[in-house]
Structure formats: C-alpha cells, structure tokens
C-alpha cells in the first residue's frame, strides 16, 4: 500500500522556480509535494517588475545572454542548452499567455499582469496534480548519513527520494523571502556566501532629489565616485525618488556601489546631456536662446530639461531668475546652467534593504552544484534553484530566466 505522506519529490517553496520546478516533475510522471509558507503562490512574482513582470530577455545569442551572469557564466551553459530563452517564451505562449518585447530586450506579458504569470504556472502545477500545501511552512529537515530522510511541517513528516530547493533568497522579505533555505544548506555542509542586497535603490542625502520625487532623467549618465576619485560610470533612465535613486540604470550600478562603500564616501555626478560635452552644450543653448530669445528662461528650461524637473533644477543655480527673458541671461549664468546640467551633485549614503531589493545575491557556490541537474554535490537527494544559487545578474528579466531554467532542470532531473 502506498506511503501517502511519501512522495517521489518534495519541492519546498512556491515562487517561479519552485512552481516550474513542482510542474516539470509532475509533467515527468512524479508525485510532487510542493511545501509554501505563503497562502497563495508566486507571492514575490505577481508584484515583480512593478507589477508587470519582466518574465526574461530576449537576448537570442547564448554567449551573450549568459555574460550578463558575471563570473557564473562558465557554469550555466548546460542549463541554459535545456532550457533557455527560446523555451521559456514557448511554455508561455504555448499556454495561451502571449509576450511582447520591449526596450533593452525585456519581455513581458502582452496583458503587463504578473498574476497572469502566476496563474500560468499555478495551472500547470494544478495539471500536474501536484500536491500543494499552501501556508504550510517546512519547520525542520531531518538528515541522516548524509542524507536528507525526512521534512517536518505542519500536519506532521514526510519523505522523498529527491528533494528541491527552492525557498528564494531574502529580497522582498514580506513575501516570504527569509533565507530559510540558506541555514539548511547550511546545514547540509554548503558554503553559503551571506547575502547583500544587490539589484536595489540607492540612498542619498540631497534635497533637490527629493524635491523631484516621482520624476525620471531620460537617457542620463552618472558617474560615481570615491573620495572624489571617478570609479565608473552608467548610462540609461534614473528615477528620483524621496529616498534617493532608482530606476534600472542605478539598480544595475548598486552591486558595485556596494563595494564601494565598504572602502569609503561615495559620491556620483549626473549628466542630463551626456552626447554633448561641455562646449557643445553651451553652443547649443546660445542657439536655443537665440531663437526663443523673448521667452521666460522658465518657459525654456521647460523645453529642454526632463519633464516635471525644471523648478527643482533651476533651483540648484544660485541668483538665477527664472522669470527673466533668456535675451537677459549673461554669459556667466548660460555657463552656470552647462555646468549644472551636466554634473547634478549626488552623496550616497548608502544601499535600500532587502525590502526594496529586486535581488540579493549570496547562496550556495555553484561549484558545489551539478549545474547540469542542479543536484547538490554534498547531498545527492537534494537539489537546488532559483535565488539560493549565489549568481550576480542585472535586471532585465535575467533574475527569472535562471529561475525557469533552473526549475525546469531541477524538475527533469529530480
């Protein structure tokens, strides 16, 4: 008579990599148990990517596509050849949620609904008849000569010939996010690298920032500092919020600000008219003034600055009058305005927690990974996915690829 709290796969944890990895395994014949903490599943899934969902990028060329991974590129050839990009956008099609793809290669969902994304998957773990216990967290691993024998939850002990993990990282908190996975990889023998926020917003002290609240600097430059020495640069939209920075160009750039600060003051210059060098863009404002020469330098400054940001950064040039007509503008204030349009001062102060990370990284080696099965090499019952892996990736829909494609690895080879 069957066991019926055995199974042949434990998955514990319900975001994307633990749901594709539950339906993959079902999909194989398995009988999956899938252990959430959450009531519902794909929690941190339905609000990422503002809600919208960056399901991955669509980057067709897989050297490309796998640098983006920094030094775990070497690692993930395998898994990426099982199942990349071109499989993530047909299990999704072919389950009746169309993708579009926009700027920078991100895809969405044509509908920009993450929950359709969850349901999606929801539907194929339903199909799978996956056993899912929802609001049922894993209290404890039992293990035995090497092994993993037992999981303990609420409603009491169950066992698996394979078990995978899949409990995420400690990004987004609130959704159940809490490195729980790390202390029983921990406890399996793994090194586990503590994890740092990395894709995140930047903190900063200046009240011109705060003041522009909501608005973003299109196609902007920064430049960052340490102890005024330049360090590196980035380029691309920079949201300004009322605690600092945002936006993709800073939540790519956070990991190496990070890096920075443990060193010392870091500080960042922001260039509205990066393809202009300084004696260009004055040029280019004596032409402008020239044809709009009875105009408010107000009602100028509106046309060329970034929408919403005129006040705030007119604001940053002392004894300048915004209401004098641009004919009356010296030569000394047309050169205040060069100089502050191409180097807004910024002092950071420091990185958003993990309740505003995207990612964090931190996780287990993947030298101490099968990365072609996802199989832990110090517990061979045992393997692991998604954000419990340490892998460094931008944002971009990067995060929930490796997601997909470790999942759905793991699921095949569980």
């Known amino acids: 008579m069957d066991n019926p709290r055995h199974f042949d796969v434990i998955v514990i944890g319900g975001g994307a990599a633990g749901l594709m990895a539950a339906g993959r395994a079902a999909e194989r014949g398995r009988k999956v148990l899938l252990f959430e903490k959450n009531k519902k599943a794909g929690k941190k899934l339905s609000i990422t990517g503002g809600g919208r969902c960056n399901i991955t990028n669509a980057e067709e060329d897989l050297k490309i596509l796998l640098s983006h991974y920094g030094s775990s590129e070497q690692f993930l050839y395998s898994a990426f050849s099982e199942f990349g990009v071109k499989e993530t956008f047909k299990f999704f099609e072919s389950r009746k949620l169309p993708l579009k793809v926009e700027e920078r290669k991100r895809v969405f969902p044509k509908s920009e609904k993450a929950p359709e994304v969850v349901d999606t998957l929801a539907t194929y773990v339903t199909k799978g008849n996956v056993d899912v216990r929802l609001g049922t967290p894993v209290r404890k691993i039992i293990v035995s000569n090497g092994t993993i024998q037992s999981v303990v939850a609420s409603g009491g002990e169950y066992t698996a010939d394979s078990y995978i993990f899949a409990s995420g990282g400690v990004s987004h908190p609130e959704t159940g996010s809490t490195g729980d996975g790390f202390a029983w990889l921990s406890e399996l023998g793994h090194t586990v690298k503590e994890p740092t926020p990395t894709i995140v917003p930047l903190k900063a002290r200046d009240a011109w920032i705060r003041s522009l609240s909501g608005k973003t600097l299109t196609d902007a430059r920064i430049v960052f500092y ?30 190496q600000v990070a890096d920075l600060l443990h060193i010392g003051p870091v500080t960042a210059m922001i260039d509205l008219f990066p393809k202009l060098n300084v004696g260009e863009l004055d040029k280019m404002l004596v032409d402008y003034f020239e044809v709009n020469k009875n105009k408010l330098l107000r009602n100028v400054a509106r046309e060329l600055l970034p929408p919403g940001t005129m006040d705030g950064l007119l604001a940053l040039i002392p004894n300048i009058n915004p209401e004098k007509k641009v004919h009356s503008v010296t030569r000394e204030e047309r050169r205040a305005l060069v100089d502050t349009f191409k180097a807004l001062p910024v002092n950071i102060t420091g990185l958003m927690g993990y309740d505003r990370a995207v990612v964090a990284d931190g996780g287990v080696p993947l030298t101490e ?3 072609r099965t996802m199989r832990s090499l110090r517990t061979p019952n045992v393997f692991v996915i998604g954000d419990l892996l340490n892998i460094k990736r931008p ?12 999942g759905y690895v793991a699921g095949s080879h569980a």
């Open 395 to 406: 944002s971009g829909g990067y995060s929930l690829q490796l997601c997909w494609t470790t």
């Open 369 to 371: 990974i099968d990365m």
């Open 226 to 255: 340490l102890d005024n020495k330049k360090q590196f640069a980035s380029s691309g939209d920079i949201l300004l919020t009322h605690f600092g920075l945002s936006g993709p160009t800073i939540l790519n750039s956070a990991g």
